[in-house]
């Protein structure tokens, strides 16, 4: 079993909240990963992270942002929520080549 | 285009099929290689590795051609429990490894 966890499971949240999903992982690895996943659809990379203080956006544009401080810690932060962020997001970490994915979190946004 | 293409599915087939599953990478410095499976609303797992010598896993088999820059996942003898998305994962070091998923092919196995 992976060590990556993702607190919410589940949340669903009124429009115009500050919300933050929170990833954690205790393998030591040093790249960390947020996609996007709309159910039946693909996997989309909003966010990643080659190391503390490292973060860089990925393929699909997000509102969203993220923070390294610490190895092990890598939250995504969504200022105002609104419905278009309805979705399931997925934490993942690799330390060279096979990544690891938490449970995600499934966001509602009402 | 795409730096990872896979069929897009869905597949519909018996048990006791064989189903091939067929994905194209772009990037030629692309490193590593896997397949990764993922069931309705469940996070993706590693299902295998591919090398280019070729791997097998009990009914399943995997395939990389780097000249052609592409994968093959082999399934034999499916199983209802065979049904999921499998997605084409690649690796590639761009001054740091970067993993890309492709877009998945669903297979629904039926009795």
């Known amino acids: 079993e992976a060590d990556i966890y993702q607190t919410p499971r589940y949340l669903v949240i009124g429009t115009g909240k500050k919300i933050t999903l929170e990833c954690s992982q205790t393998m030591g690895h040093d790249k960390m990963y947020w996609y996007q996943q709309d159910p039946g659809m693909e996997l989309h990379l909003i966010h990643y992270?080659?190391?503390?203080?490292?973060?860089e956006k990925g393929d699909l544009s997000s509102e969203s942002t993220v923070s390294r401080i610490r190895t092990e810690h890598f939250p995504l932060t969504l200022e105002s929520a609104r419905p278009s962020h309805t979705s399931q997001y997925l934490c993942?970490?690799?330390?060279?080549?096979?990544?690891?994915f938490g449970q995600g979190t499934r966001l509602t946004v009402v | 285009r795409k730096e990872v293409e896979q069929d897009p599915g869905p597949f519909n087939v018996p048990e006791g099929a064989t189903v091939a599953f067929n994905c194209t990478y772009s990037?030629?410095?692309?490193?590593?290689f896997f397949w990764y499976r993922q069931d309705c609303r469940k996070e993706p797992k590693l299902l295998m590795s591919v090398y280019s010598s070729g791997n097998e896993d009990g009914r399943f088999t995997a395939q990389l051609n780097r000249a052609s820059q592409y994968i093959s996942l082999l399934i034999r003898d499916s199983k209802l429990s065979d049904s999921a998305t499998y997605l084409c994962v690649v690796t590639l070091n761009t001054g740091g490894f970067k993993t890309i998923f492709g877009a998945g092919t669903r297979l629904f196995v039926k009795a």
């Open positions: 990037n030629s410095a692309s490193q590593s």
């Open positions: 992270s080659y190391g503390v203080n490292s973060t």
């Open positions: 993942a970490s690799s330390r060279q080549t096979e990544a690891f």
